[in-house]
């Protein structure tokens, strides 16, 4: 099983980047999956997930109406299209799946497997 999270990279306030997480050794679909990050000195966070089946998403309070998560069966991939970027953003952002709940939810320690994380920087 792995997750391999690309995407990120140094980006001015305001840019967009869209974050993408691709999965190996299984299929995304048979599992809650999540976006988290991670800024330096602060724990890490949930951002964002879906679950499993139906798809239905959530997102922290802080990201809600910038960023937008997505799953593309087909291709076994994660997405996370953010708009609007902050420098409170900046963090490393993680992929992550959920091997034993459907129904998804914001709490990093729910969360079997995780990729390595891609860093983004928002900076002018």
């Known amino acids: 099983v792995q997750l391999q999270a690309s995407g990120g990279g140094l980006v001015q306030p305001g840019g967009s980047l869209r974050l993408s997480c691709a999965a190996s050794?299984?299929?995304?679909?048979?599992?809650?999956i999540g976006w988290f990050r991670q800024a330096p000195g602060k724990e890490r966070e949930g951002v964002s997930c879906?679950?499993?089946?139906?798809?239905?998403?959530y997102y922290a309070d802080s990201v809600k109406g910038r960023f937008t998560i997505s799953r593309d069966n087909a291709k076994n991939t994660l997405y996370l299209q953010i708009y609007s970027l902050k420098p409170e953003d900046t963090a490393v952002y993680y992929c992550?799946?959920?091997?034993?709940?459907?129904?998804?939810?914001?709490?990093?320690?729910?969360?079997?497997?995780w990729g390595q994380g891609t860093q983004v920087t928002v900076s002018s």
């Open positions: 879906i679950s499993r089946g139906d798809g239905s998403t």
């Open positions: 992550a799946a959920d091997t034993l709940y459907s129904v998804c939810t914001l709490a990093a320690a729910l969360y079997d497997y």
């Open positions: 050794g299984f299929t995304l679909d048979d599992y809650a």
